[in-house]
């Protein structure tokens, strides 16, 4: 299962209830360049990841890593859920993410990652990624509906309802 999106958007939150209900192994690609002494990992080591991580049977990847790896993802997965809210949506929880982030640390967030530059990052890159690559992420996901089971999530209230969907298959076995 591939969960993709736009910064803010609740693709960790997300990929954790997922990961929780299903069972599948959760990896979180954005977290992977803080995993080291460095703080960072070289570019053919997250290749050499991600080849790995996709030749398992099961698994949820949320995250982009980088457009190459973010496609070949999205071409495995039997499930593809991309977190699609409006533009405001995603500003509001990229600064609400920082507003909790002054008292908790915010979870799933990279250890020892700076949470105030981290965030304007983030800041620059929602416009970008919203007109350069969500387009592209719909493009996809209508594209990939005849042959995966695809979820395009397009409001707070349709992400709950899909927890909720998910939680009722598994409990029915």
Not at 23 to 28: C, K, T, V
Not at 97 to 115: A, I
Not at 158 to 172: D, G, L, P
Request: charged content about 25%; aromatic content about 10%.
């Amino acid at each position: 299962m591939a969960v993709f999106g736009n910064a803010g958007g609740g693709k960790s939150t997300l990929a954790r209830q997922l990961a929780i209900i299903t069972g599948l192994p959760l990896h979180f690609v954005d977290k992977l360049p803080f995993e080291d002494d460095e703080g960072s990992v070289l570019h053919d080591e997250y290749l050499e990841w991600h080849r790995d991580l996709l030749a398992k049977d099961s698994w949820i990847i949320d995250g982009f890593g980088d457009t190459a790896t973010v496609w070949e993802r999205c071409g495995v997965a039997d499930t593809l859920v991309h977190v699609d809210l409006p533009l405001p949506i995603h500003y509001w929880r990229v600064t609400k993410r920082l507003l909790k982030g002054l008292f908790v640390y915010p979870e799933g967030w990279p250890k020892d990652s700076p949470l105030w530059s981290n965030t304007m990052s983030s800041y620059k890159a929602l416009p970008r990624c919203h007109r350069d690559l969500t387009p592209r992420y719909r493009q996809l996901v209508t594209d990939m509906a005849a042959s995966k089971r695809v979820v395009h999530l397009t409001s707070p209230r349709e992400m709950a309802a899909f927890v909720a969907n998910v939680r009722s298959e598994f409990a029915a076995g």
